[in-house]
Nanobody
């Protein structure tokens, strides 16, 4: 079992920055691929960013490339999402997720552990 707790969400103005954190506990964090997903009001949850178990590979949805950076510290059992140049369309609940089978996936169905989410609101 892996437990995930997100933090760092809040209200920010357009163009601002936030850093989300996801603290993990339980089984070996370093053996899990990690992902960030988000769900905007009235929309389905979707992929934002991926990082492999070692941190050597990362992927992003097109709309956040160049603005968001995913990273991890396996010694601290934490994954981060640095979000810069925020736009109103980034407003959503952000979830971190863990894939214990390391499928290098951007698909929700491949992630078997999820946090409770943290709300990011970008105001214009």
């Amino acid at each position: 079992q892996v437990q995930l707790v997100e933090s760092g969400g809040g209200l920010v103005q357009t163009g601002g920055s936030l850093r989300l954190s996801c603290a993990a506990s339980g089984r070996a964090f370093g053996s899990h691929d990690m992902g960030w997903f988000r769900q905007a009001p009235g929309k389905e949850r979707g992929f934002v960013a991926f990082i492999s178990s070692s941190g050597g590979s990362t992927y992003y949805r097109d709309s956040v490339k160049g603005r968001f950076t995913i990273s991890r510290d396996n010694a601290k059992y934490t994954v981060y999402l640095q979000m810069n140049s925020l736009k109103s369309e980034d407003t959503a609940v952000y979830y971190c997720a863990a894939d214990s089978f390391r499928r290098t996936s951007t698909q929700i169905r491949d992630y078997n552990y999820w946090g409770q989410g943290t709300l990011v609101t970008v105001s214009s």
